[in-house]
């Protein structure tokens, strides 16, 4: 038996990890960092041998996949991932964007939107309060992580992300005030919170939206890290589990890539300069604004390599799902993917999702 196996095993916490040295194959280390997505209301068969197959990180759910049958769905899909021989003991991650206000993939709230949140007589309160009903109504969908906050700053009544309430307001201050205590209530409760999108859409204009094409915010790093970077202390603060860097690109660190393509903005600012220790996860990889870094492998590799730990696959294809742990595989073999930094992004991934052992 090769010890080095045997360590990675007990750093991995693996159930066999007691009996036998289990080392999970470059395919199924490489499902724990792809979530993918469906199209329509019954989780397919695809999605099943994915998952049992280990090339599965989890779901995320869209408007489309929702209705009453969801949770049992959900339900038999983590059962048949434990019975699986590549079930590592701890739960697929199951995800969605729950905003509040008009961002709600699941019916039973947050009603009010960050925006009235960030307005009301008491907003550390109201952001509690919506925390805590984003839980409440994830635990009867068998949701574990949320996609939100937003911690943009906005800037312009009716910009891209004033306009539909997203922001919780136009000054670091409140933003803060807000996020802090809405994570912690949500998380205090199970449920895996984002902060989103690093380091802030805030000043992205009206329909200057990543999913459709390139956006660039011309900031300087001052401003940056003086307005948008503030709600980031906070939200690190409070132990925010996860983070989604997002696609525009602020020349102000790296003028070629987008922030979650980008090392400088991941390692550098977020992980070095923040000190964000947990797992960072990608916006949609099918998104506009990366028609120039080639097709899903490439986009994987390139986000990987800069230190993307989860790749969103939200194309509602499993193709995509399947195309994006094919390349993390490849990326292993030919080298493009640094084995070293692969197997510590695993155990940030493998970390979190222990956490939600005993909770989902
Ligand atoms: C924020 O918006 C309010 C009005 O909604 C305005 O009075 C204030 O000047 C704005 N603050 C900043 C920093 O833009
Ligand atoms: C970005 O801002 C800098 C400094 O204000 C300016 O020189 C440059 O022309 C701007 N670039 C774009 C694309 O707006
Ligand atoms: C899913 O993606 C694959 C590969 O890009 C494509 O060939 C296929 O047509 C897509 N399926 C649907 C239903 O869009």
Redesign the pocket.
Known sequence: MRPTLLLLACCFGLASCNSIAYRPSDTVQAGYHVIWSY?GPIIPQDIYTAATAGRLGGIILFGENVNDNLPAQIDALQQTYKKSKNYPGFPLLILTDQEGGEVNRLPGGPTQSAKEIGQSSDPATAAANAGSTVANVFSEYSVNGDLAPVLGVYRQEGDFLDEFERSYGNTSQLVSTCVGPFISAMQSKGVLATAKHFPGLGAAARGANTDVEPVTLNLTLDEIRGVDEVPYKTAIGAGVKMVMPSWAVYPALDSKYPSGLSKRWIQQELRGRLGFRGVTISDAIEAGSLAAFGG?AERTILASSAGMDIILAA?R?T??GS?AVNAIVAGLKNGRLDRRAFQESTKRIVDLRRSLNGRH
Request: aromatic share 0%; glycine share 0%; hydrophobic share 15%.
């Open positions: 199209p899903t194309a294809n193709t995509q195309d």
